[in-house]
């Protein structure tokens, strides 16, 4: 990067945490610290709650998945407008009415401490872990692509976000997600600019659109039912509405963002806020993907974007077959760049049968690439049986360092860096929350001074900090890190969401009955990801069915008990 890049890069990422430090100065309770005196208006919990899921993780790896995938990704977000109504109808009006620090503290006045703990202790670990792949998601990719030390880069994040979140508590989390957002959302409007402005004179925005539906990268919906199939209306409508419902509904890191508005009005306005912007949010981010395939069909194309992985085959035994690849690539792109003009043309003339033409030619061209991609995958294995082989999550972010003018390049990477610390900022909090609320306070240390719960709130916030990055320094090829997130997500969500769902609409279902159907459910939907080809969207279906199932069940074949009443 250049001196422009690195000041572009260091003023965006010392205003933030700057920012939300001064904003949040004050914070001398517990209540301020992990609630933010209900302070937060309606349009700041709407971007923070976009903020906390939006990670790096979704700037780096949804435009390479709709590059590799199309858009069919977008599918999985059908369901998140229908669950933001959901909860401002049924979950909202109780957690305000409760005055709760956490969503489990509910559980216990429904059902009874063990629950409560189990369904805490569900959440620190899948959140724990998620706080670790956050991390790492940019530290992998731009010490790759940078020539970074990822041990570094790990820590100069993780130290950052630590600082302002420990010293500013909730407040700083919200106020330092207006900036990051405001900050994504320009740089990957450049982004997308950009890539446009860099195509061919006679090539706009819509032309583009109209090569990448020809070439299938338009594939926004998809009918078919299939369990298997990952990504279609029904999953995402059906799952993707199960999970939204419990991630935004009983994720601490969720629930943290709307619990500190100011009344329950503000809260429900900033979770609507969300259900209208995140879908078109994600639509566009997955566009750039697109956008990017059709760039790379009148630009020279990487065969592989891991230019770290490709540099090893350039100083190895190998390197006679990798310049023989890289020649035939070469060739494929000057037949690929006149298809493509081709292809532009007919779509003009609106010429249906050399549409067809060109499409299939292009096609059989992408196969030939993959073919010479497998090739090289295998090479980069046998010069090192350790080389990462999939670069879904290199691609945006190699067409940023090869294309970009210096100053944008710093900026997009700030994009990455401030994606990566809203998520974390709001993971360490409600970590920090549900640690001290649930477990420490509720298990440990009952009765203390507000002062003792601050001071522990702030260790606890840092110890997290610390745990987080200790997870990033050991993940490992996780392929589409977008994916895997999400996946890890479903784990755990279903039956989360299934506790909370007896608790609301199963009055006369007990404490016992529904811990004991959490821990089966929980065992089964790890042995449906571990022994089945199930699609993990369908994970949070199941795990919700399965606690209200056995719930009933169980409690049938055991001596009734009377139910704590809401």
Sequence with gaps: MSTLDWIVLLISLLSIAGYGMYKSRGSTNIESYLKGDHSIPWYMVGLSIMATQASAITFLSAPGQAYTDGMRFVQYYFGLPIAMVVLCIFFLPIYHRLNIYTAYEFLESRFDQKTRVFTSLLFLTQRGL??????????????????????????????????????????????????????????????????????????????????????????????????????????GLIGGFFLALSYFGTDQSQVSRYISAKDLRQSRLGLIMNGIIKVPMQFFILLIGVLLFVFYQFKPAPIFFNNTETSKLENSIYKGEWDQIKTESNVLFEQRKQYALALNQSIKTNNEAQIELNAEALKQNQKQVTV?????????????????????????????????????????????????????????????????????????????????????????????????????????????????????????????????????????????????AAVLAELIVLGLYFFSDISFLWFNLVGSALVILFSFLIQMFTPKKAAISL
């Excluded at 020539?147 to 508590?169: H, K, P, Q, R």
């Excluded at 450049?190 to 090539?203: H, N, R």
């Excluded at 997009?412 to 998520?423: D, E, K, R």
């Excluded at 997130?485 to 755990?492: A, E, I, R």
């Design 372 to 516: 010479l991609r497998e090739r090289s995958t295998k090479l980069m294995v046998k010069n090192d049986p350790k080389a990462e082989t999939n670069d879904t999550n290199y691609i945006f972010l190699r067409y940023v360092i090869d294309y970009l003018p210096h100053g944008l390049i710093g900026l997009l990477i700030a994009v990455i860096f401030a994606a990566s610390m809203q998520s974390k900022s709001a993971e360490l909090n409600s970590l920090a929350s549900c640690t001290i609320i649930d477990i420490y306070k509720r298990s440990f240390k009952k009765e203390a001074s507000d002062a003792h719960y601050l001071k522990a709130s702030k260790i606890t916030t840092a110890l997290w900090g610390c745990y987080a990055i200790f997870v990033a320094m050991f993940a490992n090829k996780l392929g589409s890190l977008i994916e895997a997130v999400n996946v890890l997500g479903s784990l755990f969500y279903g039956t989360i969401l299934g506790i909370f769902l007896v608790a609301f609409f199963f009055k006369k279902l007990v404490g016992s009955s529904t811990f004991y």
């Design 130 to 235: 998620a706080s670790g792949l956050t991390l790492y998601a940019p530290s992998l990719i731009l010490s790759a692509l940078l020539g970074w030390n990822i041990y570094y880069t790990n820590l100069f994040i993780g130290s950052i976000v630590i600082t302002y979140t420990v010293f500013g508590g909730s407040k700083a989390v919200s106020y330092t997600h207006l900036q990051q957002m405001t900050i994504i959302f320009i740089g990957m409007f450049l982004a997308g600019f950009m890539i446009v402005k860099m195509l061919p004179d006679d090539i706009g925005f819509t032309d583009a659109i109209k090569i990448g539906g020809k070439l299938g990268k338009m594939n926004v919906i998809d009918t078919h039912f299939d369990l298997n199939n990952k990504y279609n209306i029904w999953s």
